[in-house]
């Protein structure tokens, strides 16, 4: 079982950056594909961005150039660095740990708000 805990959302205007947290507690952090997810209202869930237990990186057309994912495993954390934010921005950011093994673990935080302000 994996906890998933964001943090760092909030109202930034155009423009500007935010740094998204994922704290991650119970096993195994280091072997899951973590992600960043976003959902705006009206719309649904998409990817923004992934990493893997290696490192490799995935990003959304949308946010390539301004948005970073990184993981720390000693600390258990996936982070988003956001960049030069617009409205299209706006949304609930969700944080997820996914992997196969026999069968598939698939967690979910909470969600945390990020508004732009034009």
């Known amino acids: 079982q994996v906890q998933l805990v964001e943090s760092g959302g909030g109202l930034v205007q155009a423009g500007g950056s935010l740094r998204l947290s994922c704290a991650a507690s119970?096993?195994?952090?280091?072997?899951?594909?973590m992600g960043w997810y976003r959902q705006a209202p009206g719309k649904q869930r998409e990817l923004v961005a992934d990493i893997t237990s290696g490192g490799n990186t995935r990003y959304a057309d949308s946010v390539k150039g301004r948005f970073t994912i990184s993981r720390d495993n000693a600390k258990n954390t996936v982070y988003l660095q956001m960049s030069s934010l617009n409205s299209e921005d706006a949304a609930v950011y969700y944080c997820?740990?996914?992997?196969?093994?026999?069968?598939?673990?698939?967690?979910w935080g909470q969600g945390t708000q990020v508004t732009v302000s034009s």
């Open positions: 119970g096993s195994m952090f280091g072997i899951y594909v």
């Open positions: 997820n740990a996914f992997r196969r093994g026999l069968r598939v673990y698939d967690y």
